[in-house]
């Protein structure tokens, strides 16, 4: 079983940034693909941005050019760091990881609230 541990959200007023870190109790490698989910009230889970385990990145429109995911492979760490963040942005993030099987594992979650 994998375990997936987040930290990192918080309230941050429009414009702040705040960084999600996510410690997973495997290799990294391990995963065909790692990301951050998040989701809204009243809204469906969707994509914010994923690593694949060669490195290249996948960004939701919404949040390109603002969010940045990496990883630290020798920690089993990603990250998502979120830079002029806007009300919308407000939402449970969730870190995902997918294996090759397209077996998901989830996170519990941790709260982002953007607010003045």
């Known amino acids: 079983q994998v375990q997936l541990v987040e930290s990192g959200g918080g309230s941050v007023q429009p414009g702040g940034s705040l960084r999600l870190s996510c410690t997973a109790s495997?290799?990294?490698?391990?995963?065909?693909?790692m990301g951050w989910y998040r989701q809204a009230p009243g809204k469906q889970r969707e994509l914010v941005a994923k690593?694949?385990?060669?490195?290249?990145?996948n960004y939701a429109d919404s949040v390109r050019g603002r969010f940045t995911i990496f990883r630290d492979t020798g920690k089993n760490m990603v990250y998502l760091q979120m830079n002029s963040l806007k009300y919308e942005d407000t939402a449970v993030y969730y870190c995902?990881?997918?294996?090759?099987?397209?077996?998901?594992?989830w996170g519990q979650g941790t709260q982002v609230t953007v607010s003045a």
């Open positions: 995902n990881a997918h294996t090759i099987v397209k077996r998901d594992y």
């Open positions: 495997r290799s990294i490698f391990s995963f065909e693909n």
């Open positions: 690593v694949f385990s060669g490195g290249s990145t």
